[in-house]
């Protein structure tokens, strides 16, 4: 009887060890993103701006989290959200009911928006809106969006035409609303594509496009994401025009300084269960959508679904402990280094921001969902290498014009308008492939870390200058979303100019071989 069990055993601990080590290399990548920042903050600490040891000790712990937790939500992202995306998408499109798959994506683009971490993260930070309000108009902007972006697909529209009508009338709206309103919007645009919704999304519109064949299908399967980051921004300036002038906000106040090792840990502690609630409330609306899938269309074999509901426990468990290091560890750091810098080092926050910017764009756990797709989907000809190093530097620009809005307040339109028509310029001369990753990357470069670190800098060393919060310290996220569409493009412009250099070359002539 027990022999009999035996060939189940040897099966299932093989499969045990191959996902151990998928995890020690996702936890490695992990550590190798997010230990540079993590040192620069350190040295910081010790140098420019002294640090409270309370403050000191959640950041360390706090980093610890981040790796452990992006180690645990890229495997579970790879085992589960990818597969149950792809499978859902092309399930919708073979059914060939185009009022079902449009009805499913709205649904699914506002069950997911309003259960995104990123977006409570910001929606938390602004006073005069409140929180639900702002949550559900996003959520439905989102949804509509995803609606556009599955239609584009399908009816085979060129992405580029899209993206030049919907920021044509961005910048149109822009104009009338109030000057408060113009960065929070385009900070919601980039907060809301976060590290539940871009796997997702990502996934789902491969599915999509994987119905059809050729090379137009490919370029079709990115796109999603940039056309998503528009909704939230539109909805945000419609419903400024039924809210008040905002007062001006201060960033939040300095928590008191944690005296030992059991308060550090009790920080923690009692944050846990309340990220634990979020992600569960994130994560099971697409639950309940792929187990009513399975039942009714997709009847998947019970393999499968074992590997996917590992691979959920993995993004869960990962998403919960990610969170919780970034807003309890990283949050009052960050908040703490924009006011002490801004006060008695102002010079100093430029090339800060451009260095925290290079560095924290590594350590967002949907930049590597997102890298990693577009390795697969072009072959390899774009490296998961070229696209970090594009985004890095494109994140170090943004970071650093911010720093430079907060200390003179300049306002955001003389970089958002030029920003956009250098990126929707560079569309025409770039491969259609490349755009789309471009504007997916400015919706996923901006991410947890982004909200919850980068605006709290921002935040608190525009607070200690006396600025305006709401229009010079807002707006960071915008401009992290905005550069990787620069970036990636001139990747893609440098790229089409190597390929027809390489095309141009005339190919050495075989010899003739004469057979005597």
Not at 2 to 16: C, E, G, I, T, Y
Not at 25 to 54: C, N, Q, R, Y
Not at 108 to 120: F, H, S, Y
Not at 345 to 374: D, K, M, T
């Amino acid at each position: 009887m027990f022999r009999k069990a035996r060939p189940a055993v040897d099966q299932f601990l093989p499969r045990q060890k191959a996902a151990a080590k998928k995890l020690i290399d996702k936890s490695k990548e992990a550590l190798m993103a997010v230990l540079p920042i993590t040192l620069v903050v350190s040295l910081l600490s010790v140098t420019f701006a002294p640090v409270d040891l309370g403050i000191i000790a959640q950041f360390f712990l706090g980093a610890f989290m981040l790796v452990q937790g992006m180690g645990l939500f890229t495997l579970g992202a790879d085992m589960a959200m990818l597969p149950m995306g792809e499978y859902m998408g092309s399930h919708l499109t073979r059914k060939r009911n185009i009022y079902f798959l449009c009805g499913f994506a709205f649904l699914l683009g506002v069950l997911i928006t309003i259960a995104e971490p990123d977006l409570t993260v910001l929606a938390n930070q602004i006073q005069g809106v409140p929180n639900f309000t702002l949550i559900l108009t996003v959520g439905v902007g989102v949804g509509i969006f995803l609606v556009v972006a599955l239609l584009r697909i399908l009816f085979r529209i060129k992405l580029k035409y899209m993206l030049l009508g919907l920021y044509a009338l961005v910048f149109l709206i822009g104009i009338f609303i109030k000057p408060e309103f113009l960065p929070m919007s385009f900070d919601s645009g980039g907060v809301t594509t976060g590290p539940i919704t871009v796997p997702f999304i990502l996934a789902l519109g491969m599915g999509v496009a994987n119905v059809r064949s050729g090379k137009e299908a490919e370029d079709d399967s990115f796109g999603l994401v940039a056309l998503c980051s528009v909704g939230p921004i539109l909805a945000i300036m419609l419903i400024s025009l039924f809210f008040p002038q905002l007062q001006n906000t201060t960033s939040s106040a300095q928590a008191e300084p944690l005296q030992n090792t059991l308060q550090v840990m009790a920080s923690f502690s009692n944050e846990f269960p309340h990220y634990l609630k979020e992600v569960l409330i994130a994560l099971l609306p697409i639950v309940v959508l792929f187990v009513l899938f399975q039942l009714f269309s997709l009847h998947l074999p019970g393999r499968e679904l074992r590997r996917i509901s590992v691979g959920l426990m993995y993004t869960f468990l990962g998403l919960v402990i990610f969170l919780t290091g970034v807003n309890v560890g990283f949050l009052p750091m960050g908040q703490y280094l924009g006011a002490h810098l801004a006060t008695e080092h102002a010079w100093l926050l430029i090339p800060l921001g451009a260095l925290i910017g290079f560095l924290v764009v590594r350590a967002e756990p949907a930049v590597h969902v997102l890298n990693s797709q577009v390795e697969e989907v072009s072959s390899g000809a774009i490296s998961k290498k070229a696209m970090m190093c594009a985004l890095s530097i494109g994140v170090a620009a943004s970071v650093s014009i911010s720093m430079l809005r907060v200390l003179t307040g300049i306002s955001i339109w003389y970089f958002i308008a030029p920003g956009y028509l250098i990126a929707l310029l560079l569309t025409f001369f770039c491969p259609p492939i490349f755009t789309a990753i471009a504007f997916d990357s400015g919706g996923v470069a901006s991410g947890p870390l982004t909200a919850a670190f980068m605006l709290p800098l921002a935040m608190g060393a525009c607070g200690a200058v006396g600025g305006n919060v709401l229009e010079d310290a807002f707006g960071v996220v915008a401009m992290v979303a905005m550069t990787p569409l620069i970036a990636i493009q001139i990747l893609g412009v440098v790229y089409r100019v190597k390929t027809r250099q390489d095309q141009a070359q005339p190919q050495p002539e075989e010899e003739e071989i004469i057979d005597v």
